[in-house]
């Protein structure tokens, strides 16, 4: 699953991890390979986990299918292949949509449906490979598609979550779980 050569066991796992890998299993039918990875540190593991899921599926004015782009784009720009076929799994299944994982990676700016999509999108691309020039004016121009203060913040959030966790999941060698290739088709 990894180049790691430990991985932790639900005979051996703490109960708080065996407890969160079942509530994977029955969301999706199985437990994502970065789950099982993370246990490997289960403090850490409990943490991000919670906070992943509070990025991805919490209160925000950016729609969970906004936040699965967002994902998609940046895990595209930093070729993470876990990343990639999870998250395009994702979200072809919240949206409905086979193909637009596909065409979100061949022009997001062309796939995006609306104009706000095509600035957030835009704006996350731009956190990830020059986080140091944005600018003011990059903010407005999500003001100007009516984000709020906090969409702004939950944008910039989201697209740190992902390249920390296509770093982590790349340098470590994962592999993604098959089943992410079924999902949505």
Same mark, same amino acid.
């Given at each position: 699953?990894w !180049?790691?050569r %430990?991985?932790?066991?639900?005979?051996?796992?703490?109960?708080?991890? =065996?407890?969160a !890998?079942?509530?994977? %299993?029955? %969301?999706?039918?199985? =437990?994502p390979?970065i789950? @099982?990875?993370?246990a490997?540190?289960?403090?850490r593991?409990l943490? !991000?986990?919670a906070?992943?899921?509070d990025?991805?599926r919490?209160e925000?004015? $950016?729609?969970p299918l906004?936040?699965e782009m $967002?994902? *998609? =784009?940046v #895990?595209?720009?930093? &070729?993470?292949?876990?990343? *990639?076929?999870?998250?395009a799994?994702?979200? @072809?299944?919240l #949206?409905?949509?086979?193909?637009l994982?596909? +065409?979100? +990676?061949e022009?997001a700016?062309?796939?995006?449906?609306n104009?706000?999509? +095509?600035a $957030?999108?835009?704006f996350?691309a %731009?956190v990830?490979?020059?986080?140091?020039?944005?600018?003011p004016?990059?903010l407005?121009?999500?003001?100007? =598609?009516g984000?709020s203060e906090?969409d702004?913040? &939950?944008?910039v959030?989201?697209a740190a979550?992902?390249?920390f966790?296509?770093?982590?999941? #790349?340098?470590?060698?994962?592999v993604?779980?098959?089943?992410f &290739?079924a999902?949505?088709r």
């Open positions: 699953m !180049w790691l %430990k991985a932790v066991d639900e005979a051996s796992a703490p109960t708080a991890v =065996v407890e !890998w079942g509530r994977a %299993k029955a %969301k999706l039918g199985f =437990v390979n789950q @099982r990875l993370y490997l540190r289960p403090r593991y943490e !991000w986990l906070h992943y899921e990025v991805m919490g925000s004015g $950016i729609s906004e936040r $967002i994902a *998609l =784009v #895990s595209d720009l930093n &070729d993470c292949h876990y990343c *990639l076929t999870s998250h799994g994702y979200l @072809r299944a #949206s409905g949509d086979p193909t994982p596909d +065409r979100l +990676r022009n700016n062309a796939a995006a449906p104009e706000r999509v +095509r $957030i999108l835009g996350a %731009k990830t490979r020059d986080a140091h020039g944005c600018t004016e990059d407005d121009r999500l003001r100007a =598609v984000l906090e702004v913040f &939950d944008v959030e989201t979550m992902f390249n966790t296509n770093r982590l999941t #790349s340098a470590l060698g994962m993604p779980n098959r089943e &290739d999902m949505g």
